[in-house]
C-alpha cells in the first residue's frame, strides 16, 4: 500500500512535519507566501489530507478536483473560509483546533489599545526621527483606569478580554447577539448590555465577533455614528465585521478617534466581493490607526500546539478514526 500523500499549505514547524512524515509523504509550502489556487490544486488533487491555514479557501469546486481526499484539517479556530456542507456531502472531514488562539489574541487586544490611546507608534516614530530631545509635554495620550471599555462578542476571546480589561480597573461592559448563560456574565465582572447601550456609554469597543451574515459590515456608517464621541475602535474579530470605508469616514470627521486593527476585510475569503485591498484613505490616518498583519495568535509556542492539534487530526483519519475535533460528520 503506497504510503498517504499528506499536503501542508503554508510554512510550518519541522516538529509538526516530522510527526507526519510517520504517517506518510508530506508535501509542504516552505515559503513565506500562500500557494495560489492553482498551485495548491497541483499539489492537493492526489492528496489524501490537506492542513489548511486562513489565507485557503476549501470550496466545492476545489473538492471536485481532489477526489482522494478524507480530511481537510484546520490550523485554526474558525472556518469561515471552508465549506463543511460541501465536504460532508463528498464524505471529507472537517476539523478545527481546540481554543489554542484565545488567549495570545486576548493579549494583542489589550496591547492594541494601549499602544493607540498612548501614542506608542507615533512615539518610537518621533524617537528614530532624531529630534528627541528629552521630555516635552507632547503625545499626551488617554489613560484606561477609570474609563468604561465595551467588548462586543462573548466567546472565548471576548471573555479573556473582559477580563485583562477588569485588571486594568476599567468599567467592562458585553454584548453578544448569541445565548449565554448568566451565569458566565456574573462570574466575569462584567455588565451585559445591548449593543446600542455598549456604543453609547464605551469610551474603548474592543470587536471579538466572528464573520457570520449578522454581523458583515455590523459597524457600518450608521452604527459607527451611535458611539459615544471620540470613542477608540479595536479589532481583533474579523476584518469585514467593519466597513473600513466607514471607519476611514468616521476617523476623518472625527467622530472616531482612533482605530486598531488585527484583521482586515481583504483577509475574508468567504465573501467573493471583499476588497482587495485596505482603503487608502483608512491607512492615511497615521496619527489616528494602529495595524498589525494578523499576529493574534503569532507567538511560537502557541502556533506549534496548533499545528500539532491539526496533524492528530489528520493522523486520527489516516488510521480510520474520526478526528477529535471534528466539525462534521461523514
Given at each position: 500500500?503506497?504510503?498517504?500523500?499528506?499536503?501542508?499549505?503554508?510554512?510550518?514547524?519541522?516538529?509538526?512535519?516530522?510527526?507526519?512524515?510517520?504517517?506518510?509523504?508530506?508535501?509542504?509550502?516552505?515559503?513565506?507566501?500562500?500557494?495560489?489556487?492553482?498551485?495548491?490544486?497541483?499539489?492537493?488533487?492526489?492528496?489524501?489530507?490537506?492542513?489548511?491555514?486562513?489565507?485557503?479557501?476549501?470550496?466545492?469546486?476545489?473538492?471536485?478536483?481532489?477526489?482522494?481526499?478524507?480530511?481537510?484539517?484546520c490550523a485554526l479556530k474558525g472556518y469561515d473560509n471552508i465549506?463543511?456542507?460541501?465536504?460532508?456531502?463528498?464524505?471529507?472531514?472537517?476539523?478545527?483546533?481546540?481554543?489554542?488562539?484565545?488567549?495570545?489574541?486576548?493579549?494583542?487586544?489589550?496591547?492594541?489599545?494601549?499602544?493607540?490611546?498612548?501614542?506608542?507608534?507615533?512615539?518610537?516614530?518621533?524617537?528614530?526621527?532624531?529630534?528627541?530631545?528629552?521630555?516635552?509635554?507632547?503625545?499626551?495620550?488617554?489613560?484606561?483606569?477609570?474609563?468604561?471599555?465595551?467588548?462586543?462578542?462573548?466567546?472565548?476571546?471576548?471573555?479573556?478580554?473582559?477580563?485583562?480589561?477588569?485588571?486594568?480597573?476599567?468599567?467592562?461592559?458585553?454584548?453578544?447577539?448569541?445565548?449565554?448563560?448568566?451565569?458566565?456574565?456574573?462570574?466575569?465582572?462584567?455588565?451585559?448590555?445591548?449593543?446600542?447601550?455598549?456604543?453609547?456609554?464605551?469610551?474603548?469597543?474592543?470587536?471579538?465577533?466572528?464573520?457570520?451574515?449578522?454581523?458583515?459590515?455590523?459597524?457600518?456608517?450608521?452604527?459607527?455614528?451611535?458611539?459615544?464621541?471620540?470613542?477608540?475602535?479595536?479589532?481583533?474579530?474579523?476584518?469585514?465585521?467593519?466597513?473600513?470605508?466607514?471607519?476611514?469616514?468616521?476617523?476623518?470627521?472625527?467622530?472616531l478617534a482612533g482605530y486598531a486593527a488585527d484583521v482586515f476585510?481583504?483577509?475574508?475569503?468567504?465573501?467573493?466581493?471583499?476588497?482587495?485591498?485596505?482603503?487608502?484613505?483608512?491607512?492615511?490616518?497615521?496619527?489616528?490607526?494602529?495595524?498589525?498583519?494578523?499576529?493574534?495568535?503569532?507567538?511560537?509556542?502557541?502556533?506549534?500546539?496548533?499545528?500539532?492539534?491539526?496533524?492528530?487530526?489528520?493522523?486520527?483519519?489516516?488510521?480510520?478514526?474520526?478526528?477529535?475535533?471534528?466539525?462534521?460528520?461523514?
Amino acid at each position: 500500500m503506497s504510503a498517504a500523500r499528506i499536503v501542508v499549505t503554508h510554512r510550518a514547524f519541522a516538529e509538526t512535519l516530522v510527526e507526519l512524515g510517520c504517517h506518510g509523504t508530506v508535501v509542504a509550502n516552505d515559503g513565506q507566501e500562500s500557494w495560489d489556487r492553482e498551485a495548491l490544486l497541483a499539489r492537493a488533487q492526489t492528496a489524501e489530507a490537506l492542513m489548511v491555514f486562513m489565507p485557503d479557501q476549501v470550496d466545492a469546486g476545489f473538492l471536485e478536483r481532489c477526489p482522494h481526499l478524507r480530511i481537510v484539517a484546520c490550523a485554526l479556530k474558525g472556518y469561515d473560509n471552508i465549506d463543511v456542507e460541501a465536504c460532508t456531502r463528498r464524505g471529507v472531514w472537517a476539523s478545527v483546533v481546540p481554543d489554542l488562539l484565545s488567549v495570545p489574541t486576548a493579549d494583542l487586544a489589550v496591547g492594541l489599545l494601549l499602544a493607540l490611546t498612548r501614542n506608542v507608534a507615533e512615539g518610537d516614530r518621533f524617537v528614530r526621527s532624531g529630534r528627541f530631545r528629552g521630555w516635552r509635554p507632547a503625545l499626551y495620550g488617554r489613560g484606561l483606569a477609570g474609563k468604561t471599555a465595551g467588548v462586543v462578542g462573548f466567546g472565548s476571546v471576548g471573555r479573556l478580554i473582559a477580563r485583562r480589561l477588569l485588571a486594568f480597573e476599567l468599567r467592562v461592559l458585553v454584548c453578544d447577539p448569541d445565548p449565554v448563560d448568566t451565569g458566565v456574565f456574573e462570574r466575569s465582572g462584567a455588565e451585559r448590555v445591548d449593543l446600542h447601550g455598549l456604543l453609547g456609554c464605551s469610551d474603548y469597543v474592543i470587536l471579538a465577533a466572528p464573520l457570520l451574515p449578522s454581523t458583515l459590515h455590523l459597524f457600518d456608517a450608521a452604527l459607527l455614528a451611535r458611539m459615544k464621541a471620540g470613542a477608540v475602535l479595536v479589532n481583533i474579530g474579523r476584518g469585514s465585521v467593519v466597513d473600513e470605508n466607514a471607519v476611514a469616514g468616521a476617523l476623518r470627521s472625527g467622530a472616531l478617534a482612533g482605530y486598531a486593527a488585527d484583521v482586515f476585510e481583504l483577509e475574508d475569503l468567504s465573501r467573493p466581493e471583499r476588497p482587495a485591498a485596505i482603503p487608502p484613505a483608512l491607512l492615511q490616518e497615521h496619527s489616528r490607526t494602529l495595524f498589525t498583519p494578523h499576529l493574534g495568535s503569532a507567538v511560537d509556542e502557541v502556533r506549534l500546539r496548533i499545528e500539532q492539534a491539526a496533524a492528530a487530526n489528520i493522523i486520527d483519519v489516516l488510521a480510520g478514526r474520526p478526528p477529535r475535533n471534528a466539525i462534521n460528520r461523514v
